[in-house]
């Protein structure tokens, strides 16, 4: 007798936290552009809860599962290196102001 099919889709959510809730939502914007193909066979939804991005995925195979995830953490540390250069450089010129005024 055949073991039975369990027809219940494979799912995984990863929460990321960020020093910062606008460090969050930048990654957000930026990761919620770049779509599953279709494919792939995987559903991503990403959310904010405060400074903690929430990325849920759901597949059809534990194998699209992992490809997305893996494909998704690529994204996110290339995210995670340039908010980390260019936010240190905004912070540190937040007191700053250029003028072109001449007196």
Known sequence: MPTPVNNKPNESTIRVPFDTPKYAEIAYRVL???????RNFVQKTLSLESDVLV???KADQVKNLRTAI???FECLLLCQ?????FGETEEN????Q??????
């Open 81 to 85: 290196d340039t908010i980390k250069q």
């Open 93 to 96: 010129n937040a007191g700053t």
């Open 32 to 38: 919620s552009v770049d779509q599953e193909p279709r």
């Open 98 to 103: 250029s003028s072109t005024d001449t007196a």
């Open 55 to 57: 990325v849920h995925f």
């Open 70 to 72: 893996t494909s998704f």
